[in-house]
């Protein structure tokens, strides 16, 4: 069965990649990470917020920057079916390095993406399910939602 890669950027982030990796934007640097706060993904919940950037300079990331007071669930066991957190920082924020992907189950039809045929949308359904699966027995229930769902290099774009 196919797996979701988690070593996912596509064309979508280039430029940003390139622009923070060649120092081109002003960047923060957070020890490992950095990131260009222009290049922001995503506003998560209680006041996250999600930038394109790098770790050690040379692995992609996506930089989830939280308030320090933001409790912080235990990292998942290492599933291929969730995101695993790469790396974690603090200063006045917490930082969680975590894979960039291409998008979010919620972006498809918004974006004009669509699933590659090498992952079936009933094959894409089970690996769901199995990743819900896994957060639900780790206590995790609240604010599951498209948005928080990546999809990575199975996804191309159509425009």
Known sequence: MSRLAWNCPGK?????LNKIQNNAVPKKQIRRNSFN???KIA??????QIYVGVLD???PVAVKQ???DTLINKRPEKNKHIAPVIATEEDDFKYLAIP??????????ENGY???NKLSKVQMCYQLILGLHQLHEMDIHRDLKPRKVLLGKQVKSTK
Request: some cysteine; proline content about 6%; aromatic content about 4%.
């Open 114 to 116: 669509e699933l590659d």
């Open 12 to 16: 979508r982030w280039a430029s940003h």
């Open 43 to 48: 506003d998560g919940s209680n006041g996250a």
């Open 100 to 109: 960039l992907c291409e998008c979010n189950l919620e972006e498809p039809t």
């Open 37 to 39: 706060k222009e290049s």
């Open 66 to 68: 939280v308030p320090n």
């Open 57 to 59: 300079n040379t692995l």
